[in-house]
């Protein structure tokens, strides 16, 4: 009886001792529970505030710090702690945005043993360096459909949202002939934003693609080469970047032809209409057209003012029989439609081959107006290698195409300026870690 009794009163004390050992263990769960749901504030706020403070920072310091503030309180929620924001740069000299926050969180159940729970969070994003070559249409399509005015209000700010003493920018422009209008280098807004406001809209509109040479090559190999001349150290946090633009099909070629025993260099197209048969030879440096052909047997000299109607030409180019193609490996005809194709072949062999640089280059293709249509916008995703593309690639550098359709128009430069944003939204975070 007495063993019943000493068992009783052990069960009594090890309930009890069970109920407070499991009353402390719920305590915690609870108080616990509590922290972690604000330490998952706290993340999602530095989180959003890091890269709030990144994407601001070409304003300057004060703005990024203020404007990050801002979004850390916004994610928080109420009472948010006061967040630590400081710019530091890695060992390559690329800038960080650190952003540190902690909070006390009070005990319910453990108060007993300590008072507040102490949680905190850190994110730390490093902006690498931007290389990148805009490319730019100024053909005389342009002046008509809107696309002139949109593109001198819309690219400023594009290029102002880039870092003017570390990153490294180039602008190439083209029409009957391609220039590199401002040369690979920082302290590159106050020059290109010039640039674009001098822009004159006249002229073809030259391929994309070819083989460099010097300063008057087809305008995506201008640019890829301007790209290259940035070295890249072994490590460091770099993208690279092509922004094509245009208004219509790209429809040149450049090559050298023999014009009486002498090589000279022409750029070879220029009309893109399917009823016109006509092939422009223009002047690699000024645009200039020389010569037009008919496409089957006469041929024209051009005055200095583009006439080339009234003065046959002489028979410079007269025994030549075409150009060779990079497609076929063989001679073709100067015809507008052999031209035209091997001018977007050669653009997409240029294109592919900047894609499978070490690092890749990644493009983004922008097309504008009814100039653009639905062939044109197929063939310029390829370009861009946009995941809509019939020939899409994931194992090179994925790019993407945007068409701005409604120009002629009201909306045309907000349009325009809103496809330039979310570029440099989509460039921004590739270049944030």
């Known amino acids: 009886m007495r063993a019943a009794q000493e068992d009783r009163g052990q069960i009594i004390v090890m309930l009890a001792v069970g109920l407070l050992i499991l009353i402390l263990f719920v305590g915690l769960a609870v108080d616990g529970g509590m922290a972690y749901i604000t330490k998952a504030k706290l993340s999602k706020a530095v989180d959003a505030a890091c890269l709030t403070g990144m994407k601001a920072l070409p304003q300057g310091q004060d703005t990024a710090t ?14 948010p702690p006061i967040p630590t924001i400081t710019f530091p740069t890695d060992g390559y000299g690329d800038q960080q945005v650190s952003v540190t926050a902690s909070a006390n969180v009070p005990t319910f159940f453990a108060q007993h043993f300590f008072q507040f729970w102490h949680v905190s969070d850190t994110a730390t994003a490093t902006r690498g360096k ?35 003493s570390r990153d490294d920018l180039a602008m190439v422009s083209y029409a009957s002939n391609a220039r ?34 010097a300063s008057v090559g087809p305008p995506l190999a201008l640019a890829d080469n301007e790209i290259g001349t940035i070295p890249i150290l072994t490590g460091q946090n770099v993208t690279r970047v092509a922004i094509y633009f245009t208004d219509g099909q790209m429809n040149e070629i450049q090559d050298t032809l023999s014009c009486n025993g002498t090589p000279t260099l022409y750029n070879i197209g220029g009309y893109d ?32 003012s583009g006439n080339c109607n009234t003065m046959t030409a002489t028979s410079c180019l007269r025994t ?5 193609s ?12 052999n031209v035209t194709n091997e001018s977007q072949y050669r653009a997409l062999q240029t294109a592919n081959a900047m894609r499978s640089e070490n690092p890749g280059v990644f493009l983004y293709v922008v097309g504008l107006g009814s100039g653009v249509n639905s062939t044109t916008q197929a063939f310029l995703r390829q370009i861009a290698n946009d995941p809509a593309s019939s020939t899409y690639n994931p194992s090179l550098p994925v790019g993407e195409f945007w068409y701005v359709q409604d120009c ?3 909306n045309c430069t907000q349009e325009l300026t809103t496809v330039f944003q979310t570029i440099a939204a989509k460039i921004l975070l590739r270049l944030t870690q």
């Open 130 to 164: 931007l290389v990148m070559s805009l490319v730019l249409d100024r053909s005389g399509s342009m002046n008509g459909n809107g696309g002139g005015t949109a593109l001198k209000a819309a690219v400023p700010p594009f290029v102002n949202d880039w870092d003017d």
């Open 320 to 324: 030549v029989a075409g150009f060779l």
């Open 180 to 213: 590199v209008d401002f040369h690979m280098s920082t302290n590159f807004q106050s020059p290109i934003n010039t640039a674009v406001a001098g822009l004159s809209f006249t002229g073809g509109t030259f391929g994309t693609g070819g083989t460099y040479v």
């Open 66 to 79: 203020t404007l990050a503030t801002h979004i850390f309180n916004a994610n928080y929620g109420p009472n």
């Open 273 to 304: 209409i399917s009823s016109d048969p006509n092939v422009g030879f223009f002047n690699p440096t000024t645009g200039a057209q020389i010569y037009r052909y008919d496409g089957v047997s006469t041929w024209y000299t051009c005055d200095v």
């Open 408 to 410: 002629p128009g009201p």
């Open 326 to 337: 990079a497609q076929s490996g063989t001679i073709k005809p100067f015809t507008r439609s």
